[in-house]
C-alpha cells in the first residue's frame, strides 16, 4: 500500500512539474509575442503581470507605452524607472521618461534623460534635442542652444522656424555668421521671417559704423521690437561689455532687465549718469519710476515717448499699465485697447490685454478671453499664447481646458516657467499638494529672481 502510494506521488510530482513547464513555456511565449507586437491586443494589467513573471525586462517599457497611452503617468514613469533599472530602457523610452519627469516637477533630471535620449541617437531624437535646446534658452545658456539648433537644423534644413532660431542667436552671438542664415530665413514664409528682416537689416545699418556696440544694441532692438527680450538682454550686455561708456546700451539693457522681470536700476541710472539729456535713458527710466511706486514720474515720460512714437504699441501697454497703477482702471483698458488697433497681427499687444484683464480681475469673459483666442490665432506656436489663454480659463474655473493649454505651452517650450505655475495652481485646486510643490519648486529653479518665482514663493509658504 506504501508502495502505491509512493508511486502515486512521483507521478503526481511529474504532472505538476509538466503543468509548471507549460504554464512558463505559454507565458514565456506570451512575452514574445506581447514584445513583437509592442503590447498591441494586451491590457495594461497583462503587460505588468508578464512583465513581472517572465525575465524579459523590454516588457516594463512596452508597458510604459501603453499606460502613457491611457494617460496613466506615475504607472507610465513607474515602469519606465523598472526598465532602467533592469538596463533595458531605449533611447525612445529615456525621451518619454524625461518628458514624464519634467511634467512632476523634476526638470534637472527630465534634462539628464533627454540627454540620453539625444545621446543613443534616437529615432525621434530631435524631439528631445528641442526640448534641451529650449531649456538651454530659458536658463540663458546661449551657446549651448545655438550647438542644439544648428544640429536641428542640419537635420531638417528644410524647417523655416530652426533656420530662424539659429540666425537669431548667431545675430547676437557671432554676427558675422549671421547675414547668409538671416536673408535665408527673411525669405522664407515662416512667423519669423520679420524677425529675420529686422535682425538682418539691423546689422546691415550696424554695419555702416563698424562698431560692434552699437550693432549689439541695435540687434538687441530688433529683438525687443519682436518680444525676444531674454536674447535682447544678451545683446545689450554684450554691447555695454564692449563700451562701457555707452549710455544707450546701458538704458535698453535696463529696459530688457526690468521686462524680464529682473532689476535693471543699475544699468538704467549708469545710462542717466552718462549722457543725463538722453531721451532714451529717460524714457526707460520711467520704468523704474513706476516700479518703484512712483508713477506719475513715470508717466511724463511715457505720454512723451508716445508723442515721439505714436505708432508704437508698446508706450500704449505702457501708459495704460502706468494709469492703472494710479488707480485710473477704465481709461488704462482704453490704451490696452488702443495698443492691439495699432498692431492687430502682433499677438504681443492682445497677450498684454488678457494679462491686463486677468491681473484687474476685469472683463475676464467678455475681453480677456476673445484676447487670448487672438493670440492664440496669431501665434499658435509661441508658448505664451496658450499659456494666458490657459490661465483665463483657469480663472473661469474650466480646469481642464487650462492643464491641457499649460501642457500645450510646455510642448511648444519645456522651459516657460509660467505654465510650470499654472500646472501648480491647478494641481494645487485639485487638492494634489505634493504635484503642486514640485511645480513651483521647478519655477524657482527655472527662473529664481522672476516674478513667477516670487508668487511660486508665497505659495510654498514658509
Same mark, same amino acid.
Given at each position: 500500500?506504501?508502495?502505491?502510494?509512493?508511486?502515486? !506521488?512521483? !507521478?503526481?510530482?511529474?504532472?505538476?512539474?509538466? !503543468?509548471?513547464?507549460?504554464?512558463?513555456?505559454?507565458? #514565456?511565449?506570451?512575452?514574445?509575442?506581447?514584445?513583437?507586437?509592442?503590447?498591441?491586443?494586451?491590457?495594461?494589467?497583462?503587460?505588468?503581470?508578464?512583465?513581472?513573471?517572465?525575465?524579459?525586462?523590454?516588457?516594463?517599457?512596452?508597458?510604459?507605452?501603453?499606460?502613457?497611452?491611457?494617460?496613466?503617468?506615475?504607472?507610465?514613469?513607474?515602469?519606465?524607472?523598472?526598465?532602467?533599472?533592469?538596463?533595458?530602457?531605449?533611447?525612445?523610452?529615456?525621451?518619454?521618461?524625461?518628458?514624464?519627469?519634467?511634467?512632476?516637477?523634476?526638470?534637472?533630471?527630465?534634462?539628464?534623460?533627454?540627454?540620453?535620449?539625444?545621446?543613443?541617437?534616437?529615432?525621434? @531624437?530631435?524631439?528631445?534635442?528641442?526640448?534641451?535646446?529650449?531649456?538651454?534658452?530659458?536658463?540663458?545658456?546661449?551657446?549651448?542652444?545655438?550647438?542644439?539648433?544648428?544640429?536641428?537644423?542640419?537635420?531638417?534644413?528644410?524647417?523655416?522656424?530652426?533656420?530662424? +532660431?539659429?540666425?537669431?542667436?548667431?545675430?547676437?552671438?557671432?554676427?558675422?555668421?549671421?547675414?547668409?542664415?538671416?536673408?535665408?530665413?527673411?525669405?522664407?514664409?515662416?512667423?519669423?521671417?520679420?524677425?529675420?528682416?529686422?535682425?538682418?537689416?539691423?546689422?546691415?545699418?550696424?554695419?555702416?559704423?563698424?562698431?560692434? *556696440?552699437?550693432?549689439?544694441?541695435?540687434?538687441?532692438?530688433?529683438?525687443?521690437?519682436?518680444?525676444?527680450?531674454?536674447?535682447?538682454?544678451?545683446?545689450?550686455?554684450?554691447?555695454?561689455?564692449?563700451?562701457?561708456?555707452?549710455?544707450?546700451?546701458?538704458?535698453?539693457?535696463?529696459?530688457?532687465?526690468?521686462?524680464?522681470?529682473?532689476?535693471?536700476?543699475?544699468?538704467?541710472?549708469?545710462?542717466?549718469?552718462?549722457?543725463?539729456?538722453?531721451?532714451?535713458? @529717460?524714457?526707460? #527710466?520711467?520704468?523704474?519710476?513706476?516700479?518703484?511706486?512712483?508713477?506719475?514720474?513715470?508717466?511724463?515720460?511715457?505720454?512723451? *515717448?508716445?508723442?515721439?512714437?505714436?505708432? #508704437?504699441?508698446?508706450?500704449?501697454?505702457?501708459?495704460?499699465?502706468?494709469?492703472?497703477?494710479?488707480?485710473?482702471?477704465?481709461?488704462?483698458?482704453?490704451?490696452?485697447?488702443?495698443?492691439?488697433?495699432?498692431?492687430? #497681427?502682433?499677438?504681443?499687444?492682445?497677450?498684454?490685454?488678457?494679462? !491686463?484683464?486677468?491681473?484687474?480681475?476685469?472683463?475676464? +469673459?467678455?475681453?480677456?478671453?476673445?484676447?487670448?483666442?487672438?493670440?492664440?490665432?496669431?501665434?499658435?506656436?509661441?508658448?505664451?499664447?496658450?499659456?494666458?489663454?490657459?490661465?483665463?480659463?483657469?480663472?473661469?474655473?474650466?480646469?481642464?481646458?487650462?492643464?491641457?493649454?499649460?501642457?500645450?505651452?510646455?510642448?511648444?517650450?519645456?522651459?516657460?516657467?509660467?505654465?510650470?505655475?499654472?500646472?501648480?495652481?491647478?494641481?494645487?485646486?485639485?487638492?494634489?499638494?505634493?504635484?503642486?510643490?514640485?511645480?513651483?519648486?521647478?519655477?524657482?529653479?527655472?527662473?529664481?529672481?522672476?516674478?513667477?518665482?516670487?508668487?511660486?514663493?508665497?505659495?510654498?509658504?514658509?
Amino acid at each position: 500500500m506504501s508502495r502505491r502510494r509512493a508511486l502515486l !506521488f512521483v !507521478f503526481l510530482i511529474f504532472l505538476l512539474g509538466d !503543468f509548471v513547464w507549460w504554464q512558463a513555456g505559454a507565458q #514565456n511565449r506570451a512575452a514574445r509575442r506581447a514584445l513583437a507586437q509592442r503590447g498591441e491586443g494586451y491590457s495594461l494589467s497583462e503587460l505588468t503581470t508578464l512583465a513581472q513573471t517572465v525575465p524579459a525586462p523590454a516588457l516594463w517599457e512596452v508597458a510604459a507605452w501603453r499606460a502613457e497611452e491611457r494617460e496613466q503617468f506615475s504607472i507610465a514613469r513607474a515602469c519606465l524607472l523598472r526598465a532602467r533599472a533592469e538596463g533595458m530602457l531605449s533611447s525612445q523610452g529615456y525621451g518619454l521618461l524625461g518628458d514624464l519627469t519634467a511634467e512632476t516637477g523634476n526638470l534637472e533630471t527630465a534634462v539628464s534623460f533627454w540627454e540620453q535620449a539625444v545621446e543613443q541617437d534616437a529615432p525621434q @531624437a530631435d524631439i528631445w534635442r528641442r526640448k534641451l535646446a529650449q531649456v538651454a534658452e530659458s536658463r540663458g545658456d546661449w551657446e549651448a542652444a545655438l550647438e542644439h539648433y544648428r544640429i536641428l537644423s542640419q537635420h531638417a534644413p528644410a524647417d523655416a522656424e530652426l533656420l530662424c +532660431k539659429v540666425a537669431t542667436l548667431l545675430s547676437v552671438l557671432h554676427p558675422a555668421e549671421a547675414p547668409a542664415y538671416l536673408e535665408l530665413a527673411a525669405a522664407s514664409s515662416s512667423p519669423c521671417a520679420a524677425l529675420a528682416a529686422s535682425l538682418r537689416d539691423a546689422l546691415v545699418q550696424g554695419s555702416l559704423q563698424d562698431d560692434p *556696440a552699437y550693432i549689439a544694441v541695435l540687434t538687441g532692438r530688433a529683438l525687443g521690437a519682436h518680444g525676444e527680450w531674454a536674447l535682447a538682454a544678451e545683446a545689450f550686455r554684450r554691447a555695454v561689455e564692449r563700451n562701457p561708456d555707452y549710455a544707450e546700451g546701458w538704458a535698453f539693457w535696463g529696459q530688457a532687465l526690468e521686462t524680464l522681470g529682473l532689476d535693471g536700476s543699475r544699468a538704467l541710472e549708469t545710462a542717466l549718469r552718462l549722457d543725463p539729456a538722453s531721451l532714451t535713458a @529717460a524714457s526707460l #527710466n520711467a520704468l523704474y519710476w513706476r516700479n518703484r511706486g512712483q508713477p506719475e514720474k513715470a508717466l511724463v515720460y511715457f505720454y512723451r *515717448a508716445a508723442r515721439s512714437e505714436p505708432e #508704437n504699441p508698446l508706450w500704449e501697454m505702457e501708459i495704460g499699465a502706468t494709469l492703472a497703477q494710479m488707480g485710473n482702471i477704465s481709461n488704462a483698458l482704453e490704451h490696452y485697447r488702443k495698443a492691439t488697433s495699432l498692431a492687430s #497681427n502682433d499677438p504681443a499687444p492682445w497677450r498684454a490685454l488678457a494679462e !491686463f484683464c486677468l491681473q484687474y480681475g476685469l472683463e475676464i +469673459k467678455e475681453t480677456a478671453l476673445p484676447a487670448a483666442r487672438q493670440s492664440v490665432l496669431l501665434a499658435p506656436q509661441e508658448a505664451a499664447s496658450p499659456e494666458i489663454l490657459g490661465r483665463v480659463y483657469l480663472r473661469l474655473g474650466d480646469l481642464t481646458s487650462a492643464r491641457r493649454l499649460a501642457r500645450r505651452a510646455l510642448a511648444l517650450d519645456s522651459g516657460y516657467t509660467p505654465a510650470y505655475l499654472d500646472l501648480g495652481l491647478i494641481a494645487s485646486l485639485q487638492g494634489d499638494d505634493a504635484l503642486a510643490r514640485r511645480m513651483y519648486q521647478t519655477v524657482i529653479s527655472l527662473a529664481p529672481d522672476s516674478p513667477w518665482a516670487a508668487q511660486a514663493r508665497r505659495l510654498l509658504g514658509p
